[in-house]
T-cell receptor, first 114, second 115 residues
């Protein structure tokens, strides 16, 4: 079972470069999320989506953009990479509605901005 | 806003020792509570959950009870194994716009179990 798949696993960018972190899930989940995890910290929500065509900001959205053209895919875009965006990025998904549904996480993308 | 405060680590125990990781929360409504575990180089995995007061979540020998009166959800295990070495995150979720459940995480507790 694939679950939530993130690519790439590692990437090094120069300041000012742009890139897209890919996330796809095969569980037909309506809800998808992007988090960043800084050293010694919990995860912070960047953006989330409740379905295709619908996205919303989380706690730390500045410097990022997302799109949700299909149920399966939820890419995260960095337009002008900055050192403060060095982090590990996790994508997650969950089924809709009820309070009990847990989020399923990918293995993460480790991003360094130099 | 919602917040989760976790016992700071790192925590180092010998195999078969008793484990407690403290977690307290603040929330405006009636959140669901979760413990997630992260093994090295991997994403987070749900360990256990509780959705209402006095519920006890359990999995793989770990337990946590939703205590509304003390706003706590402490993680316990009676006898830890080397394979339990990981980072443990306490989290809560409440409804946000469009019924999406946003997770608020604690800062994580690194557990190392020595043979």
């Amino acid at each position: 079972n694939a679950g939530v798949t993130q690519t790439p696993k590692f990437r090094i960018l120069k300041i000012g470069q742009s890139m897209t972190l890919q996330c796809t899930q095969d569980m037909n989940h309506n809800y998808m999320y992007w988090y960043r995890q800084d050293p010694g910290m919990g995860l912070k929500l960047i953006y989330y989506s409740v379905g295709a065509g619908i996205t919303d900001k989380g706690e730390v959205p500045n410097g990022y953009n997302v799109s949700r053209s299909t149920t399966e895919d939820f890419p995260l875009r960095l337009e002008l990479a900055a050192p403060s965006q060095t982090s590990v990025y996790f994508c997650a998904s969950s089924s809709a509605g009820t309070q009990e549904q847990p989020q399923h996480f990918g293995d993460g993308t480790r991003l360094s901005i130099l | 806003g919602d917040s989760v405060t976790q016992m700071e680590g790192p925590v180092t125990l010998s195999e078969e020792a008793f484990l407690t990781i403290n977690c307290t929360y603040t929330a405006t409504g009636y959140p669901s509570l979760f413990w997630y575990v992260q093994y090295p180089g991997e994403g987070l995995q749900l360990l256990l959950k509780a959705t209402k007061a006095d519920d006890k979540g359990s999995n793989k020998g770990f337990e946590a009870t939703y205590r509304k009166e003390t706003t706590s959800f402490h993680l316990e295990k009676g006898s830890v194994q080397v394979s339990d070495s990981a980072v443990y995150f306490c989290a809560l979720s409440e409804v946000s716009s469009g019924s999406a459940r946003q997770l608020t995480f604690g800062s994580g507790t690194q557990l190392t179990v020595l043979p």
